[in-house]
């Protein structure tokens, strides 16, 4: 070939080179615009009431998570945890493979690293912590810490405020890593049990959109406890054996028969419902997206509605990405759901997905979601934590994070910005609690690869009560229920609602203007049941104080 010939070759490729190159800069730029414009956009009517929105002051919290994004999951744990009984919650963050865990305290307005205070193990730097919850594992008055990590799992014991490691023998496949964690008595026998979900390893994942390859993904874990600190897996005689990356499950009582169930997120799947047949066996229940295509990830866990029933939020991919891109590998694209996800619960495992009526449906790629109560009105508020820390697009524009404040025909309004709450790092879950104790609940962004935020309500004219639980076996699971002269309200002592997090175990209800509670009732899943009438209001109500004042008036009367 002539050198003549070669420079016009050679400029031919580097036309097609630069056009290949336009063509890609216009994906791109494309993805970005769909991004971007969906982050910014209106989706619905959302004019809401000024005294409806509440109002923060962001306050010191010194933890930047650090995430090695080759060798560990996009998700950062963390736990709110009552050490030392009392009452104020302090906050458990896990560390990064090359980031020690730490616990910090709120003092003096700000939070405060007390890791050393509370003698917190040190994790070393060739883990990574993926999940945890809090719960009384040896029945002493003092709540735990149960963590995950590559290596499987461990419980903090609490004696008195300092903690000791106690290593798990954790069955586990080789291709498994420990996601997020939730606990309860499935079996009624005074300890707690532990479901782990588990996410495929990195170094064996082959894409984030596969849906259809039933074999592609990891296998979740239900650990029975034999009360002696061992922990064995029922998982394929409990029904609940299967292959799938899931990063997140809950334990709670669905309908209302003192057996707890299991709500499971499957990545790149579906929402699993199972019915606790009360045999140490589950039963899958249809609901809304079985046999469907999603990317559920986070749980929110309340009842919305107020009508006495767990309903349940799922985060998803939402409108932000193209559906063609988001749908990966699905071949009947009907099949596929990209929106947030809302199940209200109609009784009897029967649930109708209303996340469209309710003004939820249609917003961004989201993880971690909460529902707690955070005007004092009587209504379920929502937070979703936004912002996927792998995603190209969110390197440079970053989603707010959603603060969703309930109106009172049931929809949901953003508040973030007139809240004070916009969250410009990769977030992962909120943490609710009453830090300073003024009644009304706080606020803490948790966030991977960037720093945690936190938050202080600046309260309003609200009234509240708060039910202190133990937090042993017992009482996982129990459902409360308070009635005023205007409503009824119930929540219920979950673990792991969030994402690979858990919430506070002190259950907070807001009471609007009404100045009495008639009646509080604690319903356990052993069929006992605790009832105070004309609690006082504004204060924090201590079921077991409650009942010993009670076992103590009826000495007197029988004297």
Same mark, same amino acid.
Do not use: H, R
């Given at each position: 070939m002539s050198s003549k010939n070669k420079k016009n070759v050679t400029s031919v490729f580097k036309k097609i080179f630069k056009i290949i190159g336009v063509i890609l800069l216009?994906?791109?730029?494309?993805? %970005?615009? +769909?991004?971007? =414009?969906?982050?910014? $956009? #209106?989706?619905? #009517? %959302?004019? %809401?009431? !000024?005294?409806?929105?509440?109002? +923060? $002051?962001?306050? !010191?919290?010194?933890?930047a998570h650090q995430y090695n994004g080759d060798k560990s999951l996009p998700i950062a744990p963390s736990a709110l945890i009552d050490i030392d009984n009392d009452n104020v919650d302090e906050v458990f963050f896990g560390g990064g493979m090359n980031q020690e865990d730490a616990i910090l305290a709120f003092r003096n307005n700000k939070f405060v690293n007390i890791s050393s205070e509370v003698n917190l193990p040190k994790k070393g730097t060739e883990t990574t912590s993926t999940g945890v919850v809090s719960a009384d594992f040896d029945n002493n008055g003092f709540t735990d810490l149960l963590l995950s990590r590559e290596d499987g799992l461990r419980i903090y014991y609490n004696f008195d405020g300092k903690f000791? !490691?106690?290593?798990? #023998?954790?069955?586990? =496949? !080789?291709? $498994?890593?420990?996601? /997020?964690?939730?606990?309860? @008595?499935?079996?009624?026998? /005074?300890?707690? @049990?532990? +479901?782990? $979900?588990?996410?495929?390893?990195?170094n064996l994942m082959e894409g984030q959109t596969i849906f259809e390859d039933k074999t592609y993904g990891s296998t979740s874990e239900l650990l029975l406890n034999d009360g002696h600190e061992n922990f064995t897996s029922i998982t394929k005689q409990s029904g609940l054996e299967y292959v799938h990356n899931t990063f997140m499950a809950v334990f709670v009582d669905i309908d209302n028969d003192t057996n707890i169930d299991l709500v499971v997120a499957h990545d790149t799947g579906e929402v699993r419902t199972y019915k606790n047949n009360g045999n140490l066996t589950f039963t899958m229940k249809e609901n809304p997206t079985t046999n469907k295509f999603a990317y559920p990830m986070g749980i929110a866990v309340g009842d919305y509605n107020n009508d006495g029933l767990v309903d349940f939020m799922f985060s998803n991919t939402g409108s932000t990405l193209p559906r063609a891109l988001a749908k990966g590998d699905i071949k009947d694209a009907s099949k596929f759901n990209e929106k947030w996800i809302l199940l209200r619960n109609d009784g009897h495992f029967k649930f109708t997905d209303v996340a469209a009526e309710t003004k939820i449906a249609d917003y961004e790629f989201s993880w971690g979601c909460t529902f707690s109560d955070m005007n004092n009105d009587g209504l379920q508020d929502l937070m979703v934590a936004e912002n996927y820390v792998d995603l190209a697009p969110n390197k440079i524009f970053r989603l707010k994070s959603r603060f969703l404040v309930q109106k009172e025909d049931g929809t949901f309004a953003p508040t973030e910005a007139e809240s004070g709450v916009v969250n410009p790092h990769f977030g992962i879950t909120a943490l609710v609690s009453d830090f300073n104790k003024d009644g009304y609940l706080d606020m803490i962004w948790t966030n991977i690869d960037t720093p945690s935020l936190a938050y202080i309500n600046k309260g309003g004219v609200n009234n509240f009560i708060q039910i202190d639980l133990e937090d042993s076996a017992k009482d996982q699971g129990a459902k409360v229920t308070i009635t005023t002269a205007t409503k009824t309200i119930t929540e219920w002592l979950v673990t792991g609602e969030g994402l690979a997090s858990d919430q506070t175990a002190l259950l907070h209800f807001g009471l609007g203007q009404d100045t009495e509670v008639k009646k509080v009732l604690v319903q356990y899943l052993n069929g006992k049941t605790d009832e105070v009438i004309n609690p006082k209001i504004n204060t924090i109500l201590n079921i077991k104080s409650e009942r010993e004042k009670l076992k103590i008036k009826d000495s007197i009367n029988l004297n």
């Open positions: 216009a994906l791109i730029a494309v993805v %970005i615009y +769909f991004f971007w =414009n969906d982050a910014v $956009s #209106d989706k619905y #009517d %959302i004019t %809401i009431s !000024e005294d409806k929105i509440p109002s +923060f $002051s962001q306050v !010191e919290l010194d933890f000791t !490691e106690k290593v798990i #023998d954790t069955p586990m =496949n !080789e291709k $498994s890593i420990p996601a /997020g964690l939730t606990v309860a @008595d499935i079996d009624k026998d /005074g300890d707690l @049990d532990i +479901f782990m $979900s588990t996410y495929l390893k990195k």
